[in-house]
T-cell receptor, first 114, second 107 residues
Framework: SAVISQKPSRDICQRGTSLTIQCQVD?????MFWYRQQPGQSLTLIAT?????????ESGFVIDKFPISRPNLTFSTLTVSNMSPEDSSIYLC???????????FGEGSRLTVL | AQRVTQPEKLLSVFKGAPVELKCNYS??????LFWYVQYSRQRLQLLLR??SRESIKGFTADLNKGETSFHLKKPFAQEEDSAMYYC?????????FGTGTKLQVIP
């Protein structure tokens, strides 16, 4: 199993500002995933972050809006840039269990944009 | 493209009644399917996966490739089963989630 810590757990932000979410894992992992869960909706994959290479973004998500860093095998950050109320959501960090396919999740970062 | 469909947003059953949470998928290859559960105030966690063919907390799920379904079942619902349930598919190096079904077990 993997233990994932996310910071901040929640924040209230002003329109036009940016916020960086941190994700720390207690073991080394190859891929880290960032998901968004908007109110009343399912989890949507934003991007996959691999150490040492550019993140891979899903359709509808771009690097300028959601820049990701992956400086080592246990840490990643997701920045939500130039925020608008539509970015209000829970952002989740996730990693895959070794050889199991199981995903482990952080507790999520609940972001409210006013 | 891969897709997971959970047709019910909310399923309410009485304690002791059978439960079936529906999940259908669309995927061109051989899928790996999972059920995840999120209890109130807890993080999302794996409930079971089709490969292991095991029963967890009394829940089972059978992959039906002909019907492209992976329904979650339990013969007798318990109050502690009340939670959000997400069906998920692993394919093309990513996991796609369904929209989730909220299970409400009425005492």
């Amino acid at each position: 199993s993997a233990v994932i810590s996310q910071k901040p757990s929640r924040d209230i932000c002003q329109r036009g500002t940016s916020l960086t979410i941190q994700c720390q894992v207690d073991s080394q992992v190859t891929m880290m995933f960032w998901y968004r869960q908007q109110p009343g909706q399912s989890l949507t994959l934003i991007a996959t972050a691999n150490q040492g290479s550019e993140a891979t973004y899903e359709s509808g998500f771009v690097i300028d809006k959601f820049p990701i860093s992956r400086p080592n095998l246990t840490f990643s950050t997701l920045t939500v840039s130039n925020m608008s109320p539509e970015d209000s959501s829970i952002y989740l960090c996730s990693v895959e269990g070794f050889l199991t396919g199981e995903l482990f999740f952080g507790e999520g970062s609940r972001l409210t944009v006013l | 493209a891969q897709r997971v469909t959970q047709p019910e947003k909310l399923l309410s059953v009485f304690k002791g009644a059978p439960v079936e949470l529906k999940c259908n998928y669309s995927y061109s290859g051989s899928p790996e399917l999972f059920w995840y559960v999120q209890y109130s105030r807890q993080r999302l966690q794996l409930l079971l996966r089709h490969i292991s063919r095991e029963s967890i907390k009394g829940f089972t799920a059978d992959l039906n490739k002909g019907e492209t379904s992976f329904h979650l079942k339990k013969p007798f619902a318990q109050e502690e089963d009340s939670a959000m349930y997400y069906c998920a598919l692993w394919g093309y190096q990513k996991v796609t989630f369904g929209t989730g079904t909220k299970l409400q077990v009425i005492p």
